[in-house]
């Protein structure tokens, strides 16, 4: 028996969907596998990143998918923000195919995930001396996402790019509950961010890792104490993964510009700030 997740996107995304499928294989002690054949045709232009976290790691070979998907055991989330609590009681063997982005898909087995969830390899060179610097102050993250989100019309319909208030605000919000910060900003258009992002507060752009080394990215962010994340699952995960006990997280209260439900993806003790 087993569970075969589709594995698909960013490693945001990569990450929920392999949680919500880790889930099920504790839940009902069975295998996990993944699949990750997508990422040899149509995502050429996105990478698996799984491998470089301390995942299990079993990838779904030809007969395993074939024998699965034969059988029809196919289960497709209802939604992308929702959590469907009949998925704690699919039938195995069951091929999982959604984007499963609910933090309810965690409870139960944080510990798991957080565990696996550590990049493989330790930090080196300037990425190390990030982290102490991170570790040694009052930092936040901020994440500012771009790309596509402003690059592609159909993208920016469904998603849009945060205004610079948004950043503004939650960084007044952050100083005020925990006091002078030193900021450390990622982004995919780190030059922007540079060019635009003016707070007064110390600031780090952290630029230098590039998609190819994205995991390390997520590493520095996850050490920080607070953050400000964009709309988007891969900031989203640096602020789950933090661990600071009195961590703040501001998340926009409106995720997409199609304003779905998102009650489900943003837990009750983040900050959700409206545009």
Known sequence: MMVISDIIGGLGNQMFMYAAARRVSLMQGVKL????????????????????????????????????????????????????????RVAVPVYMRGYFQSFRYLEGVEDSIRSEFQVRT???????????????????????????YVTDPGVARMHGALPLDY?????????????????????????????????????????????DQDY???RLMSACKH????????????????????????????WMASNPDTSDLIPESWTRIAL
């Open 33 to 88: 596998k993944l699949n990750t054949t997508h990422f040899q045709s149509s995502y050429g232009w996105r990478r698996y990143g799984l491998n470089n976290l301390s995942i299990v790691e079993d990838i779904a070979g030809i007969e395993d998918l074939t024998t699965v998907l034969y059988q029809g055991h196919i289960y497709s989330e209802p939604g992308p923000f929702s959590f469907d609590p009949k998925l704690d």
């Open 122 to 148: 330790p930090p080196a060179g300037q990425n190390a001396q990030l982290l102490e610097m991170i570790r040694g102050s009052n930092s936040v993250a901020v994440h500012i996402r771009r790309g596509d």
């Open 167 to 211: 950043y503004l605000w939650a960084l007044r919000l952050i100083v005020h509950r925990a006091g002078a910060a030193t900021l450390f900003v990622f982004s995919d258009d780190i030059y922007w961010a540079q060019a635009n992002l003016a707070t007064g507060l110390p600031t780090v752009f952290v630029g230098h890792n590039g998609p």
């Open 216 to 218: 390390e990215d997520l």
């Open 227 to 254: 953050f400000v994340i964009a709309n988007s699952s891969f900031s989203w995960w640096a602020a789950w993964l933090g661990t600071h006990e009195g961590k703040i997280v501001c998340a926009p209260a409106r």
